[in-house]
């Protein structure tokens, strides 16, 4: 296990005993008698771009920017950051606004559009250029790459003497649209040979003609990130700009946009690590890339890091909250374990989901001694974990369906399921049997196993208490079990690191990522099964009835995780 996951990052709440990550000491020396907030309530802010899905890596992100605000009694906006129409949408809106709902965190009334603050921030852009703090330059794209310089040589600019009044002139008129995309920006004037190249006269804006979500073709400039952040941070009155660390080096820029501009406070930006997920990308363009090519389904498929992808699956609010939490907030960057994730999902269900009988690759077994037409009812556990959750009922007849696999008609060594003259196997809650011999088909196929049952070993105990040498199996009865699809995934890469090198990520895609089981037998319960509704098949897995495709009378199951967990706490 890596280190993240071993400790979240820091010392001990001396009151609470609670862990407290670095973020939430860096804010109690805030908020204490003396320091920069001391007596201003904590507020934070989820600031994500919407053109894209959120992802787990933002999960972690958005956890600590509601959870830092909750744990000190603060509050939290939401805020879409759409000052780059290209790929916005409020498709992305709507579910980013959903997801973080999915996993328990409000804004109350604090919802914002980083573009609701366009005309404030072009104010503050021309209060720069009043100050000779910003000017109007034209290098072209290619020129402004040719005159950065490098660790020894200072960039340039031929237009950073430009009159105040001939930057105000144009920046005004680059407004208007009377310039072609790429004439002109704007750029701050700092320090050309700063040792960190974003203090180098960075650009604040540029010309784009494009349409804006919710602007429409209202501005034909746009402000970089870089400037518009601190300043929106500032008019929405934040305290702590908690950010991921490819921000670190941006830092300086934030302090000097918010030290140079008139706005009404001074947040101070933190930095964590980002989530590193093995067997994955978290690139937005790279996943974009996936759906808009057609490798996944779209956003929400399965397989996908999405939270709506994940949500399908199966995977529980509380399982991922519990995964963030655990891993812990660090400043350097390291990369968890998949199976870590997973390991937190299986803790969640194996305490809350309903345990359920499933047969995915169904063959027919038949009592040959028990009465044709009889049938009768077994009272079964819901969840051994939790006697609240009561016991259901299974029905059992002559004919039922077991898993291809616990049947083998030369069974090898060590086999202990289902084979002639083999040893006495229980069916889980029913009776104890002993297969006899089995039918095939014209091709030699098995496709009936026969097998006979002790009457006086209801609910799988014989009574004269012998012992059983055989397994345990799960079984449908043929007469109630309902049909369904049930579709297997696997993770969506092959390399653990997709990413990594000069790989094409694209080629590093698991050509097994999914199997798709058609008539598979369930036990009759799952008839009323709602989508979304998440159950551990006995012996094979967690699943959940797919909160699309699946519906009434055309049932549909996802795997949500195996049974199986690879991962070791501690290792």
């Not at 907030?329 to 359920?356: I, M, P, W």
């Not at 049938?375 to 016991?391: H, W």
């Not at 199997?515 to 098949?537: H, N, T």
Request: proline share 6%; hydrophobic share 35%.
């Amino acid at each position: 296990m890596s280190e993240e996951i071993k400790i979240a990052a820091g010392g001990t709440d001396g009151e609470s005993g609670e862990s407290q990550n670095f973020i939430h000491q860096f804010i109690q020396e805030d908020i204490s008698e003396g320091g920069r907030f001391a007596g201003m309530q904590v507020h934070t802010r989820f600031p994500p771009e919407p053109n894209g899905y959120l992802h787990i890596g933002h999960c972690k992100a958005l956890i600590i920017d509601f959870g830092s605000a909750e744990k000190f009694g603060g509050i939290c906006n939401l805020r879409m950051d759409d000052t780059n129409p290209a790929k916005e949408d409020t498709e992305f809106v709507d579910a980013i606004q959903e997801d973080i709902h999915w996993l328990g965190f409000d804004w109350g009334d604090r919802f914002f559009y980083g573009s609701d603050y366009f005309e404030k921030t072009y104010e503050l852009a021309i209060g720069l250029i009043k100050k000779g703090l910003a000017y109007v330059c034209e290098l072209t794209p290619e020129q402004f790459k040719e005159y950065r310089g490098d660790v020894n040589t200072p960039a340039r600019s031929p237009w950073r003497d430009r009159p105040v009044e001939e930057s105000l002139d144009l920046f005004q008129r680059m407004r208007a649209g009377e310039f072609p995309e790429g004439k002109y920006t704007l750029r701050a004037k700092i320090d050309l040979a700063s040792g960190n190249f974003n203090m180098r006269d960075p650009v604040l804006y540029r010309i784009r003609y494009i349409e804006h979500h919710r602007q429409g073709t209202k501005w034909c400039i746009f402000p970089m990130y870089d400037f518009a952040h601190p300043i929106q941070d500032a008019l929405e009155g934040i305290t702590h700009s908690l950010c991921s660390l490819e921000y670190e080096d941006h830092r300086p820029l934030y302090d000097w946009v918010i030290n140079n501009t008139d706005v009404p406070s001074r947040p101070r930006q933190i930095e964590f690590a980002r989530l590193g997920i093995n067997y994955t990308v978290m690139s937005k363009r790279k996943l974009r890339k996936l759906v808009e090519e057609g490798y996944v389904s779209g956003w929400d498929d399965p397989r996908m890091p999405t939270l709506c992808g994940l949500r399908r699956r199966g995977y529980t609010p509380a399982a991922i909250r519990n995964f963030c939490d655990r891993i812990g907030v660090a400043k350097n960057t390291s990369t968890v374990e998949y199976g870590f994730l997973e390991h937190c999902l299986r803790e969640d269900l194996n305490d809350h989901a309903q345990r359920a009988m499933a047969v995915l690759r169904p063959i027919k077994l038949t009592i040959t001694n028990y009465p044709e037409g009889q049938s009768e009812t077994f009272q079964v556990e819901n969840n051994p974990n939790d006697p609240a959750a009561g016991t259901r009922s299974v029905t059992f007849s002559r004919h039922l369906y077991v898993e291809e696999e616990d049947f083998m008609e030369q069974p090898i060594p060590k086999y202990k399921r289902l084979y002639p003259e083999g040893p006495e196997c229980r069916l889980k809650g029913a009776y104890l049997i002993t297969c006899t011999g089995c039918v095939k088909d014209e091709s030699g196929r098995v496709v009936e196993i026969l097998a006979t049952y002790d009457p006086d070993s209801s609910g799988g105990n014989p009574a004269d208490g012998r012992k059983v040498k055989g397994a345990t199996i799960h079984w449908v009865d043929a007469s109630t079990a309902v049909d369904a699809q049930v579709r297997l995934y696997d993770n969506l890469f092959a390399d653990e690191n997709p990413d990594g090198g000069d790989k094409d990520f694209l080629d590093c895609l698991n050509p097994g990522s999914l199997e798709v089981l058609e008539g598979c037998k369930l036990e009759a319960s799952l008839a009323a099964a709602q989508p979304a509704d998440r159950f551990q098949f006995l012996r094979l897995g967690y699943f959940c009835a797919d909160s699309k495709d699946s519906k009434p009378g055309a049932l549909v199951f996802n795997r949500a995780v195996s049974l199986k967990d690879g991962f070791k706490p501690g290792k």
